[in-house]
């Protein structure tokens, strides 16, 4: 009976450790969890002319080299993960997170995207026209100079989804391909991954 109690109590301590929550990461293939958070928040300055911080944020950082497709059994991302989220209750337009893909040798910026909360809270939904929603991709390519000006052409775009106000456009200049997500409810590219 002693023996039974042992095991009983050996397992579920066992089970109680593996089931602990594992420690935030601070650094991943040489990149902190605050340097990314900056390269992410003048990322979002830069490309999307808004005003973000890192203060009052939970910033986390994710391993590629554990996040595989399973299919390939290679790295889901080409870059390391950085997710930067409001601590407390986010207001209308606030921007509730920022999220980007960083090149962890470059530090160059290989995906971004932001999250905006729309009025109530919650988001509209009123959809936009196709054609406006592709303009505005388009424009953002020129003037942030994301592919080659002269060249660039949309390729194919996402279907509407019931699930997330954004459309995807997707352009290529021959040499890079690129995705751009607009929201549907603002009017503004909020997403963009190089391919």
Do not use: W
């Amino acid at each position: 009976m002693k023996k039974l109690v042992y095991i009983s109590i050996f397992v579920l301590c066992c089970l109680l450790a593996g089931c602990r929550a594992q420690a935030p990461l601070e650094q991943v293939q040489g990149l902190g969890k605050e340097e990314a958070a900056q390269i992410a928040a003048n990322a979002v300055r830069k490309y999307y002319h808004l005003q973000v911080d890192t203060k009052n944020r939970e910033i986390t950082l994710e391993d590629p080299s554990k996040l595989i497709d399973s299919a390939t059994g290679k790295p889901i991302y080409k870059g390391i993960p950085v997710h930067a989220l409001l601590k407390d209750k986010p207001a209308a337009g606030e921007i509730y997170g920022f999220h980007a893909i960083i090149e962890p040798q470059t530090r160059q910026v290989l995906s971004l995207s932001v999250d905006v909360i729309g009025t109530d809270g919650e988001r509209a939904t009123q959809e936009a026209p196709v054609d406006a929603l592709e303009k505005a991709a388009a424009d953002f390519i020129r003037t942030q100079k994301l592919l080659a000006p002269a060249s660039f052409e949309l390729v194919k775009t996402s279907d509407v989804s019931t699930q997330t106000s954004k459309r995807y456009f997707y352009y290529s200049d021959g040499q890079h391909a690129i995705a751009i997500g607009v929201d549907s409810d603002l009017q503004q590219v909020v997403t963009f991954t190089y391919d």
